[in-house]
């Protein structure tokens, strides 16, 4: 039992593709939510076909992790014409839980499979405790609560309506009403609701009151980072920590899960969780390409600092991506074969992000292609055998992220 | 006769007897706070309900405001305020009694069906304006037993015919006014312009095709709203046949209207009167005529190299290596040195081959290779990185 006496809170990553679940669970997620090929809200992710999803569920089941799916669209009549077929396939392959916005979905899945697990997704947004109770009559088993709402809102809910709560812990955060927002429906043909979301709400604006013009992003918001509130996670009952992102690349989704395993474990371990251990998990958190962080709504309400006022799209990695490992190395063999996502070349500083404890940081002694011939600089698409200058084995394992410069 | 609703004019209450000539029946009445975009005071709503009574017109309060956990006490003490002001007089009849409540949070619906509170007033009204597109979730909501249900302007007509006929509660839809198309928690203008924003804001973005996005903020949050109105009132009659207790709202709060504007507005409403030339707002239909939103985005993706749910579906080229190999990722099915596999490029190029043989990255050969597995085949001419494999 963990020093703090309290159930750990799940922590749930989200996975965008099959090789992304595979990297949120080696980096110590304990469950991934991700999307079918149809009813999910990002349609530009790539999403899993039926098979991808069985493998998915599989890999995780083996590794005692949980696979939640969403069908969190709002659905037109239409939609429902083979959604029989998919439920019953998902209950099937034993998939833990399906997410769901609309209460339609709901009475169907619950017609069609009493025994599935329903979540209801934040895009509902459940916002108080009487909204948590009316789900709980239509058989959902857990809330994903409103991004509007904080931790004590969410004990508060917990206590009065005895419903299984989750909440969102880092990422990036609509500004409106999650399933208010109908910019895209209405300005560029694509229902934001059914997966076609344009971010409009990150374009930068002419404000003009008539008085002054004025130029802005000013409905772009920041990202949430929730690093300094685990604690109150544990304390407030909140059963699940959800990371944004199902769009977001294999780095993202490597740092985010590692950072938040560790404040989890250490707080769960130690029942406190250190200023500079906080400080290097934050670190590891802004060391990609992201907006600026704030604390959500979790402490307090989101106030006008919470506009992030330049354009979202624009900005480059520092320590980008070099390629993620294809084939890890062994006591024999101590070169790793690496799908190159970026350009680089013998002599540069590489690093892994491991997935527990420190990273594998070192130059590049050597590069290879597959036939043995030596690569001066490598081109990104392509697989390359690595040699480190660091002569101490390190084990160096699929799906470990690399990345430019010193950890 | 068609069932029209507005809002009553708080600032112009001698138009009431316009509206009342031109057919219009049931008014909404939109309290500060409670309702999301109100602007009435209470002792104004206590008038409003007032003057309605006497003329014997049907009333609707608005709360349409979302409540937050923390907010609920505040919110649900306010409706306590306005009720006891309405129902001060106690002698009479309960205003309340004569009085229906707009609702928007389910948890607020949920709360209030089931309450002492609730029981106060003629009946409780549903707002499902943002999703509920479907018969099944209209059809349970039904079930809550709602005094109406406020539609989804994203219904098209086909659409809007098809749930109407599957439900029996009164429903009602925007038929004139202005689309909304954001609401945020967060006040978004008065950080901008530094001063407490009473007045509408304009915006436009070098990004959206689209220019004169209307903007709100008040003590519920930031509201937009799409630049075109939405005018249906040319389509009335075709919507009027679709079910005789489907209410049409005439929202004119945001359409930048004068007075001579809106009685000139009001009067269209009367079946003789076609004269709209003083209206030039940009106006459309939305998307009543069709609604294809869920089709473009798909169109957008490259159907070449989509997956789909394909039984077939082998994997990726992840790496061409010209004239050696292709090196893929097998994330569905195995195959064999005999089996025949179908090359599509990004570009949309087929070529089906049989690999000659199968290695690892290491060079050692293989006989088979399975899902999961990186492996190389010979070198296919037109194969780039990322086309996808099919068993044939």
């Not at chain 1, 540069?348 to 050597?366: A, T």
């Not at chain 2, 909404?28 to 706070?33: C, D, R, V």
């Not at chain 2, 499902?128 to 979730?137: A, E, F, I, R």
């Not at chain 2, 504007?261 to 009001?266: H, N, P």
Request: net charge negative.
């Amino acid at each position: 039992m963990s020093k703090t006496n309290i159930k750990k809170p799940e922590l749930l990553a989200p996975a965008g593709d099959l090789e992304r679940l595979k990297i949120a669970f080696l980096y110590g997620a304990d469950a991934v939510y991700l999307g079918g090929q149809s009813y999910g809200l990002r349609s530009a992710a790539k999403n899993f076909t039926s098979f991808e999803l069985e493998m998915g569920l599989l890999y995780a089941h083996e590794r005692g992790k949980k696979v939640y799916v969403t069908i969190n669209s709002f659905f037109h009549d239409e939609d429902f014409e083979h959604f029989d077929d998919y439920i019953l396939f998902l209950h099937q392959i034993k998939v833990d839980a399906v997410i769901v916005s609309d209460l339609g979905v709901l009475v169907k899945i619950h017609e069609i499979c009493p025994e599935m697990e329903i979540h209801l997704s934040t895009q509902a947004s459940c916002l108080n405790h009487q909204s948590a109770l009316f789900w709980k009559k239509m058989n959902v088993t857990r809330i994903v609560l409103g991004r509007e709402l904080g931790l004590a809102e969410g004990l508060s809910i917990a206590e009065k309506s005895g419903v299984e709560l989750e909440m969102f812990c880092h990422g990036s955060m609509c500004m409106a009403y999650s399933g208010h927002c109908t910019i895209s429906n209405y300005t560029a043909g694509r229902d934001s609701n059914r997966g076609g979301c344009a971010h409009s709400c990150r374009f930068e604006y002419t404000l003009n009151d008539g008085q002054e013009e004025k130029k802005s992003f000013f409905m772009n918001s920041k990202d949430m980072l929730g690093a300094a509130y685990v604690e109150d996670f544990f304390k407030y009952g909140i059963a699940s920590m959800k990371i944004e992102g199902r769009m977001k690349g294999p780095l993202y989704v490597a740092s985010v899960t590692k950072a938040y395993r560790e404040l989890i474990d250490e707080y769960a371990e130690k029942g406190e969780i250190k200023a500079d251990f906080l400080e290097e998990r934050i670190h590891l958190l802004t060391g990609f390409v992201h907006r600026d962080y704030f604390d959500g709504n979790l402490s307090q309400r989101a106030k006008s600092d919470s506009v992030y006022e330049k354009n979202s799209s624009s900005e480059q990695e520092s320590n980008p991506v070099l390629g993620l490992v294809a084939e890890g190395n062994n006591e024999n063999d101590k070169r790793f074969l690496l799908e190159v996502k970026g350009k680089f070349s013998v002599g540069d500083d590489i690093y892994l992000v491991n997935s527990k404890g420190r990273d594998i940081s070192s130059s590049i002694e050597k590069i290879e292609d597959c036939y043995g011939n030596t690569i001066e600089i490598t081109k990104p698409s392509t697989l390359v055998y690595i040699s480190l200058s660091e002569k101490k084995t390190n084990l160096v394992m699929p799906l470990m992220v690399a990345r430019r410069g010193a950890s | 006769m068609k069932n029209f609703v507005t809002y009553y004019p708080t600032e112009n209450p001698h138009l009431l007897s316009s509206f009342i000539e031109a057919g219009f029946k049931t008014y909404l009445l939109s309290p500060k706070i409670l309702s999301r975009l109100g602007e009435s005071s209470f002792e104004e709503v206590l008038l409003a309900c007032q003057d309605l009574r006497k003329r014997n017109q049907m009333i609707v309060i608005e709360f349409d405001a979302f409540v937050r956990e923390g907010d609920w006490d505040v919110y649900l003490n306010l409706l306590d305020d306005l009720i006891q002001l309405l129902n001060k007089n106690k002698e009479e009849d309960l205003l309340t009694r004569d009085c229906f409540l707009r609702v928007h949070d389910l948890g607020v619906f949920s709360y209030l069906k089931g309450s002492k509170k609730g029981d106060l007033f003629k009946g409780i009204e549903l707002v499902l304006d943002h999703g509920n597109h479907n018969s099944v979730g209209l059809g349970k909501y039904e079930e809550l037993s709602p005094s109406k249900i406020v539609l989804s302007s994203q219904l098209s007509s086909h659409k809007l015919e098809n749930v109407l006929s599957q439900i029996e509660v009164e429903s009602e839809i925007l038929l004139w006014g202005k689309i909304l198309l954001f609401y945020t928690p967060r006040n978004l203008l008065s950080y901008q312009f530094q001063k407490k924003m009473d007045k509408t804001v304009e915006a436009k973005s070098e990004e959206s095709p689209h220019k004169g996005f209307l903007l709100r903020e008040n003590e519920n949050g930031t509201f937009m709203f799409y630049p075109k109105d939405l005018f249906l009132l040319p389509l009335l009659d075709q919507l009027s046949q679709m079910k005789e207790n489907l209410s049409f709202r005439f929202d004119y709060r945001f359409l930048n209207f004068s007075e001579d504007d809106l009685r000139a507005a009001v009067s269209l409403f009367k079946e003789e009167e076609t004269d709209d030339s003083f209206y030039k707002n940009e106006h459309s239909f939305g998307l009543f005529r069709a609604n294809k939103t869920d089709v473009l985005f798909k169109k957008l993706k490259n159907k070449k190299t989509l997956r789909n749910q394909r039984e077939d579906f082998v994997g990726e080229v992840i790496e061409a290596h010209q004239g050696k190999h292709l090196a893929i990722r097998l994330m569905n099915q195995s195959f064999t040195k005999k089996d025949q596999l179908l090359f599509i490029s990004p570009q949309g190029k087929e070529v089906t081959i049989n690999p000659r043989w199968i290695k690892k990255a290491s060079l050692e050969e293989k006989e088979e290779a399975h899902t999961g597995d990186l492996v190389l085949i010979p070198f296919v001419k037109g194969m780039t990185v990322k086309s996808v494999i099919f068993k044939v």
